[in-house]
């Protein structure tokens, strides 16, 4: 009996990381051979007060469109206090003066959600972890401990905002600043794990004047250049609702992607309210279209849909950039709506799953408790 187990221990414990590679290389293989019309790599399923549809009801949303999908909940909820807004419980950030608040569950919601799928519909998403404030020092931590108990999950973390027009103000306690050493504890645990991070960071105060430096441009890229370990993605390539792209701002991307010291940076061109910039004029268009076409592998199309009620509402935004798939060839096209994403998830995923296995201390223990019985 006792060599008959250790037989079948053994073989579990070859088999576990063979099997993981193998279903790693069906997930990776099924994507490139599907004809979906992107991957969306900022979604969230819910919305300010955790509210969304189902994921399984959100893969019909996907349906024959969207691939793959890296997807989280909102890390700020939006408190309703009775005082401040009676009766009219608010369900948006801006719908309310009351504050906002970490709500570090949705990390387990968003884990639990996925969990409830197939492994086949487990392939088409990248979980992302956000539930944490980034200005406390345990913000890696909280990252470390999510990982521990939902290992297999998570890809990357994100989206969380440091400097956000109309929300950054809204959160009590110390503001979030790209110069606490709270992100760069968080970075640095990103780095080392490999998980994907998915930054927001308004480029700019609103409102600001013409042609000055932009107020956090100087800071994002020293933030960038003390992470280069990292796998870092500027959401809305740092624009916002009002935070306009200046007359420069396809310049002063481009200063990044010319640096190689910025050569871990991506840029993700979601949100319908950054869309309606780039595809504002013929012009406009045509310069983030030829930025893209210059440094292809460097920029992922994103919806950042919010708790979507319909596959029409879920492809909105990527049916809004249709002046700008016109616009870049073929081999571009594909790169920022599918290959992107495929590489830099695929590469997360990698990572993540290889650190779990090595710091996981339920994976080491099983491993440690199979040990003695297969050296018998
Ligand atoms: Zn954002």
């Known amino acids: 009996m006792k060599g008959f187990a250790s037989r079948c221990v053994k073989r579990l414990f070859l088999a576990g990381p063979i099997a993981a590679l193998f279903l790693f290389n069906a997930a990776s293989s099924w994507s490139q051979s599907s004809n979906y019309e992107f991957n969306d790599s900022h979604f969230h399923l819910t919305n300010n007060i955790q509210e969304g549809p189902g994921i399984r009801e959100f893969v019909g949303m996907m349906g024959d469109k969207a691939g793959r999908v890296a997807v989280f ?84 973390i994100g989206e969380f905002a440091i400097h956000k027009e109309f929300v950054s103000a809204k959160i009590p306690g110390e503001v979030a600043s790209l110069q606490n050493p709270a992100l760069d504890r968080l970075l640095d645990f990103a780095g080392q794990v490999g998980l994907v991070v998915l930054i927001h960071n308004d480029i700019d105060v609103p409102f600001a004047k013409e042609g000055a430096e932009p107020a956090y441009l100087g800071e994002m890229k020293a933030l960038f250049k003390r992470h280069r370990n990292a796998t870092i993605i500027w959401a809305h390539t740092g624009l916002g609702r009002t935070v306009r792209p200046g007359k420069n701002h396809t310049t002063r991307i481009e200063e990044i992607l010319k640096d190689p010291n910025f050569d871990h940076v991506y840029f993700d061109l979601a949100w319908d309210e950054v869309a309606k910039y780039f595809v504002g004029t013929p012009e406009t268009t045509a310069a983030i279209g030829a930025l893209i076409q210059r440094y292809p592998d460097r920029f992922l199309f994103g919806t950042d849909a919010v708790a979507p009620a319909d596959q029409s509402k879920y492809l909105a935004v990527f049916n809004q950039y249709q002046p700008l798939w016109n616009s870049l060839d073929a081999k571009t096209s594909r790169k920022v709506r599918l290959e992107n994403y495929q590489r830099i998830f695929d590469e997360g995923r990698r990572k993540v799953r290889n650190w779990e296995s090595m710091h996981v201390p339920t994976l080491k223990s099983n491993m440690a408790r199979e040990t003695p019985i297969s050296s018998n």
């Open 73 to 156: 909940g909102v890390p700020l909820q939006q408190e309703w206090s009775y005082r401040v807004d009676g009766d009219r419980a608010p369900s948006y950030y801006l719908h309310s003066d009351a504050p906002l608040y970490y709500y570090s569950f949705t990390d387990a919601t968003i884990a639990m959600e996925y969990k409830s799928l197939t492994k086949e519909q487990q392939a088409r998403f990248d979980p992302m972890i956000t539930g944490f404030n980034p200005a406390d020092m345990y913000a890696a931590d909280h990252v470390r401990r999510v990982l521990e108990t939902f290992p297999g999950v998570f890809t990357g």
